[in-house]
């Protein structure tokens, strides 16, 4: 499906003009050779009254990011885009498949104060729908998903994505419903990226498809992530005449099941990193300590002392406690 521009249409204003002089000409002409009693006049007068309002079907007006689909018949004959005041065939009809469709994302309004067709306890309302597509770029913020990272660890993620309708021949005939058919296909793009990292920094695992172990995870590759969702939902809705501006990651966390447990991992791995650059900063102090008594000659050490001190010197370095010594006073 090709989309058609139709060009050359904003002659709504001439069109409503001429139609209302007519209706008005003819309502004076049928008051005037009524009284006149002349049938003939009458005659002439009457079809221009009864038909002149047809073409006032064939008024619309645009804003500015706004679209039309008409077809006549069933077939499509063009598209209307830009404001303006238009005049079209009367017997044409919008297509707009996902006008009653509303998603959680910006452009949509509530039910009770969209127009729509409906019936509630058998009481039937009839209100107008809007056929009009929107061309504004739009953010769909997709509901929470719980998804096995690739070391299989449930993680919750969302997403926004930023999107707008760039072909709308392909938007209304293409696919059924082109909102709803965006968020099922974000849905599937997302568990298809988010399975490939791990949820964090592992070791051994390869994200990028290149045979080679890297660091790439969800929480620290968050930009390289989005970006590849993006052209994974770009892929799957070209042609449904869509463009995927931006997608960004919403929100990401461990899933409750599993939150308190990778919760004190973290802890635990923090702890150990901590002590190891204790441990090694005691070290080398220590290190340095018997260096400089060496190299002075304050004391002579031998290698039993030489044990005590360094033990000694581990334990109030490398101790969760301040030291609290023991003073000798030879009694």
Not at 79 to 106: H, M
Not at 181 to 198: E, F, G, H, K, M
Request: proline share 3%; glycine share 8%.
């Amino acid at each position: 499906m090709k989309e058609i521009i139709l060009e050359n249409k904003k002659h709504g204003m001439v069109v409503l003009v001429s139609c209302v002089s007519v209706l008005v000409l003819a309502l004076v002409g049928l008051i005037y050779f009524g009284s006149q009693e002349i049938d003939a006049g009458m005659f002439v007068c009457l079809p221009f009254f009864l038909l002149a309002w047809i073409p006032l079907c064939g008024l619309r007006v645009l804003k500015p990011q706004e679209a039309l689909v008409l077809t006549l018949f069933g077939k499509y004959v063009g598209t209307l885009k830009g404001e303006g005041f238009y005049f079209i065939n009367p017997f044409c009809s919008a297509v707009n498949p996902a006008a009653q469709t509303k998603l959680n994302q910006s452009g949509d309004v509530s039910k009770a104060n969209n127009p729509l067709v409906k019936a509630e306890n058998g009481n039937v309302s009839l209100e107008s729908v809007n056929k009009k597509i929107s061309l504004k770029i739009m953010t769909l913020n997709n509901s929470r998903q719980k998804i096995n990272d690739c070391l299989g660890n449930p993680v919750e993620i969302g997403i926004a994505v930023m999107w707008r309708v760039v072909d709308t021949a392909k938007a209304a005939f293409n696919v059924d419903n082109y909102k709803e058919y965006l968020s099922l296909q974000c849905d599937s793009a997302l568990r298809n990226i988010v399975r490939i990292y791990p949820y964090d920094v592992a070791s051994g695992v390869d994200t990028t498809g290149d045979g080679v172990a890297d660091e790439g995870s969800l929480r620290g590759s968050s930009e390289v992530v989005a970006s590849r969702i993006r052209e994974e939902i770009q892929s799957r809705v070209e042609e449904a005449g869509l463009e995927i501006i931006e997608a960004r990651i919403t929100y990401l966390a461990y899933a409750p099941e599993i939150a308190a447990v990778m919760l004190q991992r973290q802890q635990a791995s923090a702890i150990v990193d901590a002590r190891k650059m204790i441990v090694d900063g005691a070290v080398g102090m220590v290190e340095m300590a018997l260096d400089r008594l060496s190299q002075k000659g304050t004391v002579e050490l031998d290698a039993e002392k030489k044990a005590n001190l360094v033990a000694n010197l581990l334990v109030v370095l490398c101790g969760n406690h301040d030291a609290q010594p023991v003073v000798n006073t030879g009694a």
